[in-house]
């Protein structure tokens, strides 16, 4: 661990930050209450690596923060870290670096489509996914994931289908927010095969790459095959490993010429490839020197996840739950409760004061489930529990023995 013990257990007061997971402005309108213990968005209640912490620290001893460049240790650093970590080579011209994630989504569904036009999604997923459609005025068409023999599987017919119906573009989310899964080549070679085969252009949201657990790996789409690479755009963060989601730096990664000039095209467009000079120092550092923090990190998840699934084997098992390969939400399912979707939320919001993301959001197949962030140090994971245990106990009390309530 290069001579560090990293902490993960000391709670941050986040409040007076402004940050959103936990400040009452952005609690109250969501959820119809501050008093609530948060455990949605996603991002962690950890702090950043020391080495990225000391850069910045760094940085600020220069007081000049005028528009900043890339440094061509910042393409370097990515292309290195693809290669380490998920055994991909890239070139780093293929590197268009721009703010966000979610506004790549949206630059690639603007740049490769045309208003009318459907694009795939596999829900239930993450929320943005129906909104950048919606909002560009696209067609969601949905590709359902389902469960089969204690896990979530693609339902390849169903993908076929979808893919018929006017598709040009499949979205896909891998690792998969939010049922955790960390697809393995043979499922992404059957979805690559099939969009291929329909002429449908592949974006990959791999956003949660680096968050995966003991026994599965993540593959990233482009790395299948060079004719799969080049009807690929990758999406792919430092944000959510590092916890500087909040420095907005984000990568695409398109290794077909045409498609990259197209994609740059829609972002100059908007003026959008500058980028924050912290976001851009973060990131090298974090590729270039956060692995033994990361490494640190991914085994107290895993710790979490054991604690997590001991709690509901144990003290909860009418919640439902699938142990995640990856990502660090937890998609729990509440159906046994028989809670109606609006029903459930009161429930969590007000008997267990927590806030987690409604099944609901996550689009179609989300009735029934919430989302769970477990990046958070083990005594909160554990007070939330605790707090839903005794919100399910009080609940189930009250149907067997209601005189009593
Ligand atoms: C699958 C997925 N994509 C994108 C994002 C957010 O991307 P950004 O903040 O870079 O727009 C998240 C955050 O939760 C996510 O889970």
Redesign the pocket.
Known sequence: MNGHIYDFDTIYDRVPTYAKKWHPSSLEPIFGSGDVLPLW???MDFAAPPEVVAALRERTEHPVFGYTMRSPAFFESVAAWTERRYGWEIHPDWIVPC???????ALTIRAFTLPGEGVVIQSP??P??FESINKNNRVTTVNRLVEKNGTWEMDLDDLERCLGENASLLLS?SPH?PVGRVWKRAELEAMAERALRSGTLLVS?E??ADIVFRGHAHLPLASLAPEVAARTVT?L?P??TFNI?GL?T?LAIIPDPDLRRAFRNELESLHLEGGNLFGMLALEIAYGKGEPWLEALLAYLEDNLDFLGNFLRDRLPSVGYVRPEG?Y?AWLDFRALGLAPEELQRFLVHEARLALNAGTSFGPGGEGFARLNFACPRTLLSEALTRLADAVFRLEGRRCCPTEA
């Open positions: 968005i996603a991002d703010p966000g994630v979610v506004p790549g989504i997923v993450y943005p996914f989310c927010n949201d956003i949660h999406l963060a944000s959510k989601a907005q984000f990502t939400v």
